[in-house]
Structures are given as C-alpha cells and as structure tokens.
C-alpha cells in the first residue's frame, strides 16, 4: 500500500481542496424560533416555517449571522457589506420546502487564509468563501440490513435539523503539498475546528456531525493542468480526512496510470476499509437553478459592528497552545496530544483551580481519557470538572489520598457521588494516618511472617516488599506504602 502511495505521489502532484459544514450551535434555528436542541425526539422541534408551510415567511437569526461573521474574520476573510440569500432548489425529502436557503454569488465572508504546520513546514490555506445557509432533516432508513436506503422497506424522516444555521467554509485550491497532501487536509480541518471551537459558537463534534468535511482530490503530472477532481462526502473523523485523500490519490493514480480518465463524481469515504466508493455524478451549479432568496431582506452588516466582532476575537488556538505549552514544560507532541483529545481548556481551568500542570494533565490525559473513550463521549462530558479534579489532585498532594486511591474516589465522583473529599469521607478511602494504627498493621504483619522478618533481619532488605504488601492488604490500601516499608525497616534493622 504504501509502496503504491509513494508510487503515485512520485508521478503525479495531488491538488487538494476541502469544503466544511459547520453547524452552529444558536439556541434557535436560522429562519425561526424552534429550539435545536440535539437528541431531541424526532419532529418535536419543527414549526410552520421549518416545515416550508404554505403562507409561512422566515426572519433571519441575527446570532447566525454575527456567528458568521466571527468565523469569517478569525479566518482573515473580507466581510460583505451587502449581500443577499439565494434559493438553491432541488426536490430531496429531508428537504420540506423543495429548496435549501443558502448563499450563491454573494457569499457573506470572502479571501481569507488560514496557516497549519505539517512536520515542520508552514502551508498556507487560501479561504475561497464562509456563507451561510440552512440545514436539511435527516432520513433513516429501516428495514434492511445496511441501513442504507438499498433493502429498506421503509424511510423515515426526523426534520428537527432543518433549519439549523450552518456555515460552509471552502478552501481555495491547494497545490504543492506533494506527499505530504493527506496530513496537510487533516492539519487544516483540525485548526478550523480549533478555532471554531475558540469562538464558542459550534461544538464541531464530527461525531455527532456539528462538523462534516467533503474532501476534494486531483491530480496531475507536473507541468500539466490541474485534474478532475473528485469530492468525497461526509468524511467524519479527523483520521478519515487523511485516509480519504490518500486512498483518493491511489485510485486516481492508478486510473491515469491505465490511460483512462478521472471522472467528476461524489465519492463516499468507507470507514472500514478506509477507501471511498462511487455515489452520484455531481450536479452543476445550473441544476440548482439559484435565484435571490424574495423572502429575505439583504444583509448588510453596519462596519462598526463587524469592527467591535473583529476586537472581540479570542487568541487564535495556534498561539494559546505555544504559550501554555511553554507554561506547562510540555513537547510540541504532547500539546498536539492534548489538543487533540480537546483536553487543553480542561487542563487549563483545572491548573486555574488550583492543579499543577502535572497533576492536571495526568488525570485529564489519563485515567479521564481513557473513560472517555470507553463511553465515547467526548472528555468534557465525562462527569468531572476541573475542580473536582484540582481539588481530587490536591488530595494526593497532601497525602490523604495514594494515586490508587484517588482512582477510586474519581470513580464515585463520576457516579455522581459528589466531590472528592465527600466520596473520601463517605466511602472511607483516606490514607491510614494515623502512626498508631500502623504500627499496630507492622507489628501483626510481622508476627505473621517470622521467616521473612528473619531475613530483612539478616539484611535481605529487599524482602521486606511481602511485609508491605501485607500491610497495605490489612488496611485495603489505604496506608501510604512508602510510610510503611519506613515502619518496617526501622523495627527490623
Ligand atoms: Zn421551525
């Protein structure tokens, strides 16, 4: 596979291009006041207006267009100073009107860039547009095995999503990343939704599909023009951005290769086999028949505000994480790993209640990861906060509590038991104390093993490991073993 890889990259230049949806997490949907609360029941939160009702109009949310804007600005876009909707039609049945309202030629944010570092080296991203528009129901498909629509005896369709604001982010062309193509999409598609995440107004969960990449693919030889592309759909994990491209420029090298000829399509990425399979032959622009949304008035945003929206930008994601990674005394590695688990605000409020950064990132990157991932939810929904863990941390700092221990309390503070000190003193787990009531754990544990108290006697210290183990068995572990092998040692030699 990968002698293939580097086959094709050897012979061709890929030319990458990446379209984001983002969904943004407004209270309200984009054209009217149903809620977007996500899991809901199916078809609780819809209205005349969602459902493309004869007679209903839609008003514009001004939360989706301030969050636009913001997006827009933070990825150095030129903002509009008038621009309109447009009516993108097509006959689909998550979509109840017969037409998406969304944004043709007069996209709200235009021309910005973003830059990522891929192993060293800086790639910088050309932003073609940021528009806005609505998003569709989803269908589910029952009855057949796959639950794809092949099969099924029946479809039904939940249309709580339509009408949820969405952001479209798409990339210019992206040439010259050679073979390091595929980790140049994913270094992308992880710094917008850093930043996106940054500004607060989506919780870009590719998972859950509040962010979602169509990935675009090409290649030519050198010198030539660049070559048809194809748009691999709904690629949903960082990993499948990079899988998508790679397996895109095997194909297409190998298709070239035979003389034949790329053909403009949507592809759709296979998770389990990491390879993309054909879908439809991709509609035109002329398909959609696009004309200006009449039931919408212009936008023009007054300069002023987009002025106060570009002061009010937090610090991009790029130079947060230089500066806590400096703070932390951690390796670039180290803090991609972070970032990457979305662990780095996690980390720093735990620090800000108290935690080392150790102490923070230990249970944050460790035991809490791990619980995360069992459960797959996403670590800032795993049921402690940061001062649970700074106070849980703070615990074994001052020795009432073995890292083992503290392990256990963590388990009763995710069970809802309540914070740290609380599920200690209720389920009794502190760290034994009290020097009496160990000596007392020494002396029975050393009655009870003559033959291995002979040879610590005799200078076998090593042995004096069984003594321990027995000690810390008699009080259930809650006796700090290094206390107790000092116990040990002072009684014995
Ligand atoms: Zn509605």
Not at 188 to 200: C, P
Not at 213 to 231: A, I, K, Q
Not at 348 to 373: C, D, Q
Not at 475 to 486: L, S
Request: hydrophobic share 40%; with cysteine; aromatic share 4%.
């Amino acid at each position: 596979m990968t002698d293939t890889y580097d086959e094709a990259v050897a012979t061709y230049q890929p030319v990458i291009g990446i379209e984001t949806h983002v969904e943004l997490g407004t209270r309200t949907k984009m054209f009217c006041g149903c809620r977007t609360d996500f899991g809901a029941e199916p078809n609780t939160q819809v209205c005349p207006v969602c459902l493309g009702l004869p007679g209903s109009l839609p008003v514009a949310n001004r939360a989706g267009i301030e969050a636009t804007i913001r997006i827009g600005l933070a990825l150095n876009c030129d903002i509009a100073a008038w621009c309109r909707m447009a009516r993108k039609n097509y006959f689909y049945p998550d979509m109840p009107k017969n037409y998406q309202i969304s944004q043709y030629d007069e996209p709200l944010c235009t021309d910005g860039h973003v830059d990522v570092e891929v192993d060293g080296e800086t790639y910088r991203i050309g932003i073609e547009r940021v528009h806005l528009e609505e998003d569709t129901g989803k269908t589910l498909h029952v009855g057949g095995a796959t639950g794809r629509i092949h099969g099924a005896t029946e479809s039904l369709v939940d249309y709580n999503r339509a009408g949820i604001p969405l952001v479209e982010i798409v990339t210019k062309p992206v040439p010259g990343t050679g073979a390091k193509a595929p980790e140049v999409a994913r270094a992308y598609v992880t710094e917008l939704r850093d930043i996106v995440r940054s500004l607060g107004v989506s919780d870009v969960r590719m998972e859950q599909g509040s962010l979602r990449c169509d990935v675009n693919t090409s290649l030519n030889r050198p010198g030539e023009e660049w070559g048809t592309r194809s748009e691999t759909k709904n690629v949903n994990s960082l990993r499948s951005v990079e899988r998508a491209v790679r397996s895109e420029i095997i194909r297409q090298a190998g298709v070239l290769d035979a003389g034949a000829r790329v053909v403009q399509e949507t592809r759709h990425f296979q998770e389990d086999t990491g390879s993309t399979r054909s879908g439809r032959s991709k509609e035109t622009a002329t398909d959609y028949r696009y004309f200006p949304e009449p039931d919408l008035v212009p936008i023009a945003p007054d300069p002023a505000w987009v002025a106060e929206l570009r002061a009010g930008l937090p610090e991009r994601p790029s130079v947060t994480r230089a500066r806590l990674r400096e703070q932390w005394g951690i390796s670039e590695v180290d803090m991609q790993a972070v970032a990457n688990a979305g662990a780095v605000e996690l980390i720093e409020e735990t620090i800000a209640a108290g935690a080392s950064p150790a102490g923070a990132r230990k249970w944050w990157m460790g035991e809490l990861a791990r619980r995360a991932n069992e459960e797959g939810v996403e670590l800032a929904a795993v049921g402690a906060t940061p001062a649970q863990v700074a106070e849980l941390q703070g615990l074994v700092d001052a020795g009432k509590l073995t890292d083992k221990l503290a392990r256990t309390v963590l388990e009763g503070v995710l069970a809802g038991e309540g914070d740290p000190a609380g599920v200690m003193a209720a389920r009794g787990l502190g760290v034994v104390s009290d020097t009496g009531a160990l000596v007392a754990a020494v002396d029975e544990a050393i009655a009870a093993n003559p033959d291995i108290a002979a040879k610590v006697r005799g200078g076998k210290v090593a042995a004096a490991g069984a003594l321990v183990g027995a000690v810390m068995n008699t009080t259930r572990g809650q006796a700090d073993a290094k206390t107790v092998r000092e116990l040990i040692l002072k009684r014995l030699t």
